[in-house]
């Protein structure tokens, strides 16, 4: 058998006009950049040999078409994403339209919120007002006037109490100084009588009797001395303390007068302060209800704005409900034409994946097909084989005439194996890359689902919104309904605290007259009562001290006997000791003539003697005297240690005689000489005679037994009193419990 010579091509020949035809329709329509590549590795190659030109064509028709439906594909999935786009971008905008209605939802809240404050603040105002009105009225006036009446009650009692005190004082030093002068008196004749008694002794006594008389009057002599220069150093302790005493009590009564007049002085400022105060209230009161007026003149303008505010919010709000609707219907028109879009989008998705499976099943059959021409053609590459193999003799034979032929046929097998290979693997990478596009597809189809559920999840969501928007515009006209009548029910009520203001203001300022009227009344009357009742109280007073000085000068009588005895005994014993004194005189003068015929030196001697003697015992005395004062001091040391220990208190004399402890006793006023009876004037110059008389009132709370007192005035030596006086309780004033008598010699 003879085969036909393949014609023999070089690489750089021009093609044929079939081949020519068949590149220009592959190149007419150019592949997508994302598939060009694996399908233009999967174009075949035109054999040299020009055999199948018709499978050729019908594989690059099939290409052409999967060309055509991928970029179909491609556009709509392209589009598909640009109305998913418009859709989130149309979602973003409703959501921020949302948010806006929200937030004018909240402001309008809040404006009404801040509305209910501000007229909770004018009420509370309003009652502030009220109750200042009240406060600031006459409470404050009468309470303020009350406690400067009872600071001026407690200054008079204070006044009055000093007042007494001072008379007093002047009624105790008046006896002292009496006693100063009888005492000058008294010793003038006694001195006298001693004397005489000297005298008299010399002239009837013997040189013996002298000179024992003589120790005695000596004696005697020396111990009146020294009761005389007790005395005399003990009156002049007395006086010297009563001169400081006076001296004390003038610059009390100095300083108290100053400060009286201070006193005096800032209450007359105070009352005008007062006055003043009183002006400046009336003033600020009439200030105060012009602010008052000023405010609710403010408020009734600020009601008259809010209103205008609220009803243009009112329009305001029903503009925006319009505009809500209107933007609500659009909206869900848009919706529902969006969802019709996306279910027909839907739907043709839905299509093209049918269409996709059937395409599948279509390459699967290619594959399948494309697999069976392989096969066939190994098929026939096996015949060709053992057809070659057969006729290798004849080939042998043939060698030299057909080496050229040979060599040929092998170099179109190595180029048909060649290709095959080459087409095999291309088949194998076409294989791969519509796996892969397979798998893309398919995936596609699941985000695709994915994206269908999130727009149906999205399409409910948008319904809940609208029926949220829908309901919280239910809420907010219910709201404003509820505010306006609140704000009517408001309105209401500031027209009635309005008319109610008013008419309180009208009472308060009847009020405010006719309380100030009766406080001028209350005050001109309390001053008359307070001006009666020092009077009487003053004129109890007198009336009380005379009584009382009535009834000490009567119980002083029955006892002048017993004073003019002793007074009679003491001018006896200052005669006595004046005749003792002469008889010392005279006794000195013989005991000098004696001793006269002795020697000079024993008498120079013996005076010596007696004036060392002299000096000697006024050393001791002065010793002694020192050392009593020291033991003195120390027992009265010891005994107020004792006294602090045991809890007693000392006896304070300063404070016996006052009467600021005393609760609820009126105050009385001293007794005054000028105004005296002429039966005590008479007792006072008897008084003044030689006769030393003491007499003291005690003032205790509760006596309930009768006591009796004695004053010792004697500094170092004290004795008993020889008598003692009782007097009985007097019970006539409340302040007076006892009186006591005392004598003193």
């Known amino acids: 058998m003879s085969f036909p010579k393949a014609p023999i091509r070089r690489f750089n020949e021009a093609p044929r006009d079939h081949e020519s035809q068949q590149n220009a329709n592959i190149f007419k329509q150019p ?14 190659r035109s054999s040299s040999s020009g055999k199948r030109p018709e499978k050729d064509s019908k594989d690059s028709r ?37 948010g806006a209605l929200l937030r004018e939802k909240t402001s309008l809240l809040a404006t ?53 005190r001072q008379g007093n004082m002047e009624t105790k030093m008046n006896p002292a100084q009496e006693t100063l002068e009888r005492s000058k008196e008294k010793a003038a004749p006694q001195e006298e009588q001693l004397t005489t008694s000297e005298t008299q002794a010399e002239e009837k006594c013997d040189p013996d009797k002298l000179l024992e008389s003589i120790a005695e009057l000596g004696n005697v ?12 150093a003990r009156l002049e302790g007395i006086i010297e303390a009563k001169n400081r005493e006076i001296e004390i009590l003038q610059s009390n009564l100095q300083v108290k007068e100053t400060t009286f007049s201070t006193q005096i002085e800032e209450l007359n400022e105070k009352c005008k302060m007062l006055e003043q105060q009183k002006e400046k209230i009336l003033s600020e009161h009439g200030e105060k209800e012009q602010s008052v007026d000023a405010e609710i003149k403010q408020l009734k303008e600020q009601l008259n704005l809010e209103n205008q505010e609220h009803h243009k919010l009112k329009e305001i709000c029903k503009e925006d409900s319009v505009a809500m609707h209107q933007k609500l219907l659009t909206f869900q028109e848009e919706v529902a034409k969006e969802r019709e879009v996306l279910e027909r989008e839907l739907k043709e998705t839905m299509n093209e994946v049918e269409k996709l499976h059937i395409k599948e099943d279509e390459t699967e059959k290619l594959l399948k097909h494309l697999e069976e021409e392989a096969k066939s053609q190994a098929e026939k590459l096996a015949q060709v084989e053992t057809k070659l193999r057969r006729k290798n003799a004849e080939i042998k034979k043939m060698v030299d005439a057909h080496s050229s032929a040979i060599e040929k046929m092998q170099e179109e097998h190595n180029t048909t194996k060649y290709k095959l290979a080459e087409i095999t693997a291309e088949f194998e990478i076409y294989k791969a890359h519509v796996t892969e596009e397979t798998a893309r597809l398919k995936q596609e189809k699941t985000t695709m689902q994915e ?43 500031i027209t009635r605290i309005k008319e109610s203001s008013a008419e309180q203001m009208v009472n308060l300022e009847a009020r405010l007259e006719k309380q100030s009227v009766d406080f001028q009344k209350q005050l001109e009357w309390e001053r008359r009562t307070i001006a009666e009742k020092l009077e009487a109280d003053y004129k109890e007073g007198i009336e009380t001290w ?34 003792a004194q002469e008889e010392l005189n005279k006794i000195n003068n013989a005991y000098a003539k004696l001793l006269g015929h002795q020697n000079q030196k024993q008498k120079i001697k013996h005076v010596m003697k007696l004036k060392e003697e002299n000096t000697q015992l006024k050393q001791e005395l002065s010793r002694v005297r020192s050392q009593l004062a020291k033991e003195k001091q120390v027992r009265e040391e010891l005994q107020d240690q004792v006294n602090k220990i045991q809890g007693v208190k000392r006896f304070d004399p300063s404070k016996a005689f006052q009467h600021s402890a005393k ?34 009132i005690f003032t205790t709370q509760q006596v309930t037994e009768e006591k009796t007192c004695c004053f010792l005035l004697q500094k170092k030596k004290c004795t008993e009193a020889s008598e003692t006086v009782r007097e009985k309780k007097i019970t006539d004033l409340s302040h007076l419990n006892c009186v006591f008598i005392c004598r003193t010699f």
């Open 663 to 696: 609760e609820n006793v009126a105050p009385r006023t001293p007794f005054q000489e000028s105004k005296c009876d002429p039966e005590t004037s008479k007792i006072n110059k008897h008084k003044k005679s030689s006769y030393f008389s003491v007499y003291c």
């Open 62 to 98: 099939k290409q052409r078409e999967l060309e055509r439906e991928i970029r179909v594909l491609i556009g709509e999935r392209t589009q598909k994403d640009k109305r998913l786009q418009a859709l989130e971008d149309d979602l973003a905008k409703a959501e921020s339209k949302l």
């Open 31 to 44: 592949p997508s950049p994302s598939n060009g590549r694996k399908i233009e590795s999967f174009r075949p």
């Open 221 to 232: 002599a020396a111990q009146i001395d020294d009761k005389y220069t007790l005395e005399v």
């Open 451 to 493: 994206k269908i559920l999130e727009m149906s999840k999205a399409i409910h969501q948008r319904t809940g919104v609208v029926q949220e928007v829908q309901q919280a515009k239910e809420e907010y006209a219910r709201m404003l309904q509820d505010a306006q009548t609140k704000l009517a029910l408001k309105e209401e009520e």
């Open 546 to 579: 005379r009584s009382l000085y009535e009834d000490l000068s009567n119980k002083v009588k029955p006892f002048q006997q017993q004073l003019d005895a002793y007074e009679v005994e003491k001018n006896a014993l200052l005669n006595e000791h004046g005749a």
């Open 112 to 164: 009404v919120a801040s509305l209910e404050k501000q007229l909770l603040e004018l009420r509370r105002s309003n009652e502030l007002l009220k109750t200042k009105c009240f406060e600031e009225g006459t409470q404050k006036k009468m309470s303020s006037l009350w406690t400067e009446v009872m600071k001026l009650r407690h200054q008079l009692n204070a006044k009055k109490v000093t007042f007494v």
